[in-house]
């Protein structure tokens, strides 16, 4: 599966190299059906399988780089996405969408641990059952589009696509000590289907 955006842009870039190998040759052109192929290649869209269970997935496919203390209450766990991985994000918990807050800010390079609270990002709030979830969409040194395809009041079930970065980038999430963290900095994870955290006290022996 291919995102919408993808195809109109790899259409684009074929209808420009069409014209351009039309005027002055194919050695011209070819760097544009290049890049229409990489935008085909960079806006796949793969299924997953979801896990089953009192358990928070991975938003987004990536390496993870942080997970630490971000308030005496929440936890933080960064993942960072290069322009290879598949950037079609995922609703880490089943619940309401409770709030998005777009903030302005800054195009740092996205692995840094400042860009959590400097670069441009959207914040999205999730409620679950006796749970919050936050998860931060950030833009990167490339990224300049957040795309949420969500809106307060929508339900959402664990995994479900819910929006898109463009090009390198992070995501952020934020878990409360009810929530048991199952991944560390170094580990790559994947959209909708790796495993983040457990619910504690569910009776599922974590």
Request: glycine share 12%; aromatic share 8%.
């Amino acid at each position: 599966m291919i995102v919408r955006t993808g195809i109109y842009y790899a259409a684009a870039l074929c209808a420009a190299g069409a014209l351009i190998g039309w005027l002055l040759g194919a050695f011209f052109a070819a760097p544009l059906f290049l890049l229409a192929a990489f935008c085909l290649y960079f806006f796949r869209d793969p299924d997953r399988e979801v896990p089953a269970g009192p358990v928070a997935v991975s938003p987004a496919d990536g390496k993870v780089v942080a997970v630490k203390a971000e308030t005496p209450t929440l936890n933080r766990i960064s993942i960072f996405l290069n322009v290879f991985d598949v950037h079609v994000n995922r609703a880490p918990i089943g619940g309401v969408i409770g709030k998005v807050q777009y903030q302005k800010g800054c195009f740092k390079v996205a692995s840094r641990e400042e860009c959590s609270t400097v670069n441009e990002q959207n914040i999205v709030t999730v409620e679950g059952e006796r749970t919050v979830v936050v998860f931060k969409q950030i833009a990167g040194l490339i990224a300049r589009r957040i795309v949420f395809t969500k809106k307060p009041g929508d339900r959402v079930e664990t995994g479900e696509r819910v929006g898109l970065i463009k090009f390198g980038s992070r995501t952020d999430v934020l878990l409360g000590h009810e929530w048991e963290i199952v991944v560390g900095p170094g580990e790559r994870v994947s959209a909708g289907s790796s495993i983040i955290a457990r619910r504690r006290g569910t009776g599922d022996g974590s």
